[in-house]
Nanobody, 115 residues
């Protein structure tokens, strides 16, 4: 089992920045990727950004150039730096970890961007 704990959400004005953190604990052998998804009210959960154990990244088109995902393998932590935030980025952001063929989710952290 893997436990994920997120932090760093909050309220920010449009154009501002936030940094999310997610720390994994438990049985961590075999985690191949971590990342972030988000879900706005009435919408499906969508991929935001992922990063492999080796550092390869993948971003949703809507956040390219504004968000940066990174990880510290020694601390079992993944980060997401979010710049130039827009009101449409308002969502609950969920940390995700893929361990071989099993996915784990954090509890979610709210990000609200005011216009």
């Amino acid at each position: 089992q893997v436990q994920l704990v997120e932090s760093g959400g909050g309220l920010v004005q449009a154009g501002g920045s936030l940094r999310l953190s997610c720390t994994a604990s438990g049985s961590l052998l075999g985690i191949v990727a971590m990342g972030w998804y988000r879900q706005a009210p009435g919408k499906q959960r969508e991929l935001v950004a992922t990063i492999s154990y080796g550092g390869s990244t993948n971003y949703a088109d809507s956040v390219k150039g504004r968000f940066t995902v990174s990880r510290d393998n020694g601390k079992n932590t993944v980060y997401q730096q979010m710049n130039s935030l827009k009101p449409e980025d308002t969502s609950v952001y969920y940390c995700y970890a893929l361990q071989i063929k099993t996915g784990y989710w954090g509890q979610g952290t709210q990000v609200t961007v005011s216009s």
